[in-house]
């Protein structure tokens, strides 16, 4: 089968020939590949030195192909969605019911390999089954949608109230997508591109701002009346966009950090202005139980996929997918493999 291997740092990613996984456990189950969205956590991944080469991809759905003889949750020719996150179950953070920090977590497209292949293997208990009338495109959106609702449940918006976004990368854009559809009065989103300030407000954001050429405090400032938002999203990964994010918060707003930030990145935050305006600085990994929640969102066929997905492209055409994504020239980019 065709996959797309990454080397490592120096040697990059190709597509190459591999063997096709087979089944060696009760509980295996092997996917005909149909689509995998490329996430900002995979150009990650191609900044770190893995212990092996590996397949990229996480954001995966297709089709079942195998299961092994202990699997009832899928059969043969189901639609499927692949939870990515492999978790213990018997670590103290899974028993305490935080499986995203799972202490033995196994990551699909990172340790082990992922999506970005004519076939997967994943153990069954992360397949979901996923009706027959979601297309391919929509269906890998499940798993990044998954994550963006696990941090909107702690934003804890109430209709009428205010947000910005910092980033509309597709979770940015997820973002706004909830926030709009959750009653936010007010949606501010904030990128240098002008492509996705476009499609936020396609998606709902009532102000797209450019922060190279606006001050994104003083915009914020003046669209709520001097208050401040609500809730504020950094989905980018910078210190000076998350500090951005808690200076634009009104008295007793919330903070939500997802973007994926260097771990040397240091942001400045006054812990006299968190005290004393009971300000919440809160941070969103993956996502623990939402899976099922995103199925149902997607199946409800309310979600805008032209909206949200700018390109669909071939596995051949996956460096050239990276590139694009890399340089901020897509919004969200599904690759296909059948």
Known sequence: MLGALYLGKDKGMKITELEKPV???????????????????DLHTLELTLPKPVVLGHECAGEVAE??????NVAIGDH?????????GTCRNCLYGRTNLCENLVELGVLANG???EYLLVPGRFTMKISRDVDWATAAVVEPL??????????????????VVFGAGPIGLLWVYLLRRAGAKM???VDISSIRRKAAADLGADVAVDPLIENTFDRVKKETQGYGVNVAVEAIGKAETVESAVRSLANGGRAILMGVASRDALARISPLAVMGREIEILGTNSQVHSFLDAIRLIESREFPTKKFVSHELPL????????????????KTIIHMH
């Open 23 to 41: 089944i060696s456990g009760p509980d295996d189950v092997i996917i005909k590949m149909r689509s995998c969205g490329i996430c900002g956590s």
């Open 67 to 72: 299961v092994g003889r202990a699997v009832r």
């Open 80 to 88: 499927v969605v692949v939870d990515p996150n492999f978790y213990c």
């Open 115 to 117: 999506g970005f292949a």
């Open 146 to 163: 998954s994550c963006v609702i696990h941090g909107f449940l702690k934003a804890r918006l109430v209709p009428g109230q205010s947000a």
């Open 187 to 189: 949606i501010i989103s």
């Open 316 to 331: 051949s055409d996956i460096v050239q997918a990276f590139d694009m994504n890399r340089k901020g020239e897509s919004l």
